[in-house]
């Protein structure tokens, strides 16, 4: 028995390490094929912009739809609205729907700055629903059904569009028929209210000014990331698409890979850049992540043996793959540091197995600096400065701090259909430190990380005085992670100092340890 744990152990370290150098030499083959094409993309996007607004008459623009979908968004609400409404567009050629399935007192929010607004002659009405069926993307169909733009402009709560986003991406679309999609990119309203929040910034930029570009430019299938972005109605209501469907927590990623499967093609604007909010709190950045990491793989599920069968090249097969399971990489790394010591204990007494762990350990190296180093790239590429290495030590913390909880999410999107759509509570801040009407429930998972935390604090001390100093800085890297997002994540009422506190709005379907 205890040989055959020893090699269970041995295939677990190995299929986690190989899963992770593969994931982290993706995103090497991305910074790459972001650098060879950006320029001539860019360039070309700024042309047909420009183009379009000096030869196109005022009332020849397409009529355009901006959805913003809403439950219980009192802090934010009005803030997103009047952004919305304040977008310069054609006359009489913009229609706001605001979809708003809120139970609490942002209904009343809503309806007086829509009413505000109406009087000033902006074309904007609120969509309610008697139930909230298939959630955001119930929503969504539901004015979709009611609309009557050419396009369909979508903003989450927490957005704030500039002023031209719509002079800048309408003109995208409307030159391009076979193009169903664009995407803007997501800059930052709080990027400096914490280590956290910095930490958030770079991650996401490295999504936004990295990989979507990468995967655009160099003709793979890539997302709509549910907010600021523009759709072509008739490709959302193409039969061979299906529209918008719940039965997955990331209805936006589901709705991409079916319209590029039906043949349509997406885009993205590294230009076209809406600032947002990003989660102040380790709590609210867990519900977050949670959603999209039981969605991405609910999608994989689901699409996967689809995209297998298409007539696609094998890189771009390969690409759906790595991009649709990317979130996997949480449950590799919990299972990295969980066999951490019982691999040392399968590895006494066998020499040349031993110089396989070393080697084994210099590939998770490799593979762990692929996401600091593409990111604070991309932080460079955005504003010619290195300011991003200051977060990368955040970063590694919140990396292995949320594996437990992401790890999970990815587990129970291989087994669960649909599921409710939590959203991530906001805090209306805009650079500073405020406090919304809303947070997320406590639960238990903290505990849990305290105890990982404890155990890879542990496992480091092992390594540093064995042979294997070298490496024993990953498992520091984990204790600090789990140990701080523990903390973090503590009730405010535990008597040792915890920083969350319980929710002031029930948030369900959510299993009891999650939190």
């Given at each position: 028995?205890?040989?055959?744990?020893?090699?269970?152990?041995?295939?677990?370290f190995?299929v986690?390490t190989v899963?992770?150098?593969?994931?982290g030499?993706?995103?090497?083959?991305?910074l790459y094929?972001?650098?060879?094409k950006?320029g001539?993309?860019?360039?070309?996007?700024?042309?047909?912009?420009?183009?379009y607004?000096?030869?196109t008459?005022?009332?020849?623009?397409?009529?355009?739809?901006?959805q913003?979908?809403?439950?219980n968004?009192?802090?934010?609400?009005e803030r997103?609205?009047?952004?919305?409404?304040?977008?310069?567009y054609?006359?009489?050629?913009?229609?706001?729907?605001?979809?708003?399935?809120?139970?609490?007192?942002?209904v009343e929010?809503?309806?007086?700055v829509?009413r505000?607004?109406a009087?000033?002659?902006?074309?904007i009405?609120?969509?309610?629903?008697?139930?909230r069926?298939?959630?955001?993307?119930?929503?969504?169909a539901?004015?979709?059904?009611?609309?009557?733009?050419?396009?369909v402009?979508?903003f989450?709560?927490?957005?704030?569009?500039?002023e031209?986003?719509?002079?800048?991406?309408?003109?995208?679309?409307?030159?391009?028929?076979?193009?169903a999609?664009?995407?803007g990119?997501?800059?930052?309203?709080?990027?400096?209210?914490?280590?956290?929040t910095?930490?958030q910034?770079?991650?996401?930029?490295?999504?936004?000014?990295i990989?979507?570009?990468?995967?655009?430019w160099?003709?793979?299938?890539?997302?709509?990331?549910?907010?600021?972005g523009?759709?072509r109605?008739?490709?959302?209501?193409?039969?061979?698409?299906?529209?918008?469907?719940?039965?997955?927590l990331?209805?936006?990623?589901?709705?991409?890979?079916?319209?590029?499967?039906?043949?349509?093609k997406?885009?993205?604007?590294?230009?076209?850049?809406?600032?947002?909010?990003?989660?102040?709190?380790?709590?609210?950045?867990?519900?977050?992540?949670?959603?999209w990491?039981?969605?991405?793989?609910?999608?994989?599920?689901?699409?996967?043996?689809?995209?297998?069968?298409?007539?696609?090249?094998?890189?771009?097969?390969?690409?759906a793959?790595?991009?649709l399971?990317?979130y996997?990489v949480?449950?590799w790394?919990?299972?990295?540091?969980?066999?951490?010591?019982?691999?040392?204990?399968?590895?006494?007494?066998h020499?040349?197995?031993?110089h396989?762990?070393?080697?084994?350990?210099?590939?998770?190296?490799?593979?762990?600096l692929?996401?600091?180093?593409?990111?604070?790239?991309?932080?460079?590429s955005?504003?010619?400065?290195?300011?991003?290495?200051?977060a990368?030590?955040?970063?590694?913390?919140?990396?292995?701090?949320l594996?437990?909880s992401?790890?999970?999410?990815?587990?129970?999107?291989?087994?669960?259909?649909?599921?409710?759509?939590?959203?991530t509570?906001?805090?209306g801040?805009?650079?500073?430190?405020?406090r919304?009407?809303?947070?997320?429930?406590?639960?238990?998972?903290?505990a849990l990380?305290?105890?990982?935390g404890?155990?890879?604090?542990?496992?480091?001390?092992?390594?540093?005085?064995?042979?294997?100093?070298?490496?024993?800085?990953?498992?520091?890297?984990y204790?600090?992670?789990?140990?701080?997002?523990?903390?973090?994540?503590?009730?405010a009422?535990?008597g040792?100092g915890?920083?969350?506190?319980a929710?002031e709005?029930?948030?369900?379907?959510?299993?009891?340890?999650?939190a």
């Open positions: 028995m205890s040989a055959l744990f020893h090699w269970l152990v041995l295939v677990i190995i986690a899963a992770l150098a593969v994931y030499l993706h995103l090497y083959v991305l094929l972001f650098l060879r950006r001539e993309n860019r360039s070309r996007q700024t042309t047909t912009i420009e183009a607004r000096k030869s008459p005022e009332d020849r623009w397409p009529i355009v739809t901006s913003i979908p809403l439950y968004e009192a802090s934010v609400a997103v609205i009047r952004a919305v409404a304040g977008m310069d054609a006359a009489g050629r913009h229609e706001i729907q605001v979809l708003d399935d809120s139970d609490d007192v942002t929010r809503v309806d007086q829509v505000t607004l009087r000033r002659g902006v074309d009405k609120v969509v309610r629903r008697e139930t069926e298939g959630y955001k993307a119930g929503a969504l539901h004015g979709l059904a009611q609309a009557r733009g050419e396009f402009a979508v989450d709560a927490d957005f704030v569009p500039p031209d986003f719509l002079r800048r991406a309408v003109p995208l679309l409307a030159v391009e028929p076979h193009l999609c664009l995407q990119r997501w800059a930052h309203l709080n990027r400096d209210d914490s280590w956290m910095r930490a910034a770079l991650g996401i930029d490295g999504h936004f000014a990989e979507q570009g990468a995967r655009a160099n003709g793979l299938m890539l997302n709509f990331n549910g907010t600021a523009v759709w109605r008739s490709a959302i209501e193409d039969p061979a698409v299906g529209g918008w469907s719940g039965d997955t990331t209805e936006d990623l589901d709705l991409s890979y079916r319209a590029q499967l039906a043949g349509w997406l885009d993205y604007c590294l230009d076209l850049a809406c600032p947002a909010e990003l989660p102040g709190d380790i709590l609210a950045l867990k519900s977050q992540q949670r959603r990491a039981t969605g991405s793989i609910q999608t994989a599920c689901k699409l996967l043996p689809r995209i297998w069968r298409a007539p696609l090249g094998f890189g771009e097969k390969l690409e793959t790595l991009h399971t990317h996997s949480s449950l790394m919990l299972l990295l540091a969980l066999v951490a010591r019982p691999v040392v204990f399968a590895m006494t007494g020499p040349l197995l031993g396989w762990f070393w080697s084994m350990w210099l590939v998770v190296l490799v593979a762990s692929a996401p600091p180093l593409t990111y604070a790239f991309a932080r460079y955005l504003d010619g400065r290195w300011g991003g290495l200051a990368i030590p955040g970063m590694f913390v919140l990396g292995c701090g594996c437990l992401n790890g999970l999410a990815v587990l129970r999107g291989l087994k669960l259909r649909g599921g409710e759509f939590v959203r509570p906001k805090s801040s805009l650079g500073g430190r405020a919304g009407l809303y947070r997320t429930a406590t639960g238990r998972m903290w990380e305290f105890a990982l404890l155990y890879a604090l542990f496992c480091f001390v092992v390594y540093y005085l064995d042979i294997h100093r070298g490496f024993s800085f990953f498992l520091l890297i204790a600090v992670g789990f140990l701080v997002t523990a903390y973090l994540s503590m009730p009422d535990f040792i915890g920083r969350s506190s929710t709005t029930p948030v369900a379907d959510r299993p009891a340890l999650e």
